[in-house]
Structures are given as structure tokens and as C-alpha cells.
């Protein structure tokens, strides 16, 4: 008795199933609505705070090397020039200006 093989079912958009939507056309998010005592209508909740659209909108804080970079002190290897040559002087360098 000779067994037949089966054939291979398609996996995925091999079958010939449509696109998934991404994103935004999925539908989005849902808002929470409510209504608006002056007009009537109904409105996204945040939009009836009276604040605006542009609440704290504006520029970024600044963070980490785009505060201007590393500070003097630690380009010399977290000691100040001062500090370096009475550094070097106790353990008896000599510091040659050049």
C-alpha cells in the first residue's frame, strides 16, 4: 500500500487573503466623548478644558549633550589645570609650558 502525500496548505497572503490595515485605518482610537454645555454637540472631552489645542506645546527640554557638552572640569580628567600642576608638583613631575 503507497501512502500520498498531502499537499502543502498556503500560509499567510499565499492563501490570498487581503492586506492588514495599519495604523490609523485600523479605525484608531476611540475618544471619549461628551457634550458640550454651550452648543449642545458632542465633543472629545479634552477639547472642552478650555485650554486649547496647543497646551504645553512648544520646544523640548534640553537633555544631555545638547545642553552644550561636557563641562571643563572633566576634560582634563576631572581635574581643573590648578589641580593638575599641584597634582603632578606633589609627586615630583615637571610641568613644561609649551
Not at 497572503?13 to 485605518?25: P, T
Not at 472631552?45 to 520646544?59: E, I, S, V
Request: net charge positive; aromatic share 4%; no cysteine.
Amino acid at each position: 500500500m503507497v501512502m500520498k502525500k498531502k499537499p502543502m496548505k498556503k500560509k499567510g497572503m499565499a492563501r490570498g487573503g487581503a492586506m492588514k490595515k495599519k495604523g490609523m485605518a485600523r479605525g484608531g482610537a476611540k475618544l471619549p466623548m461628551a457634550k458640550d454645555p454651550k452648543t449642545g454637540k458632542m465633543i472629545p472631552a479634552f477639547a472642552m478644558d478650555g485650554k486649547g489645542k496647543m497646551n504645553k506645546g512648544g520646544m523640548m527640554k534640553k537633555k544631555g549633550m545638547a545642553k552644550g557638552g561636557m563641562k571643563k572640569g572633566y576634560a582634563a580628567g576631572g581635574m581643573t589645570v590648578g589641580q593638575l600642576r599641584s597634582a603632578a608638583k606633589a609627586k615630583g613631575y615637571k610641568i613644561m609650558k609649551g
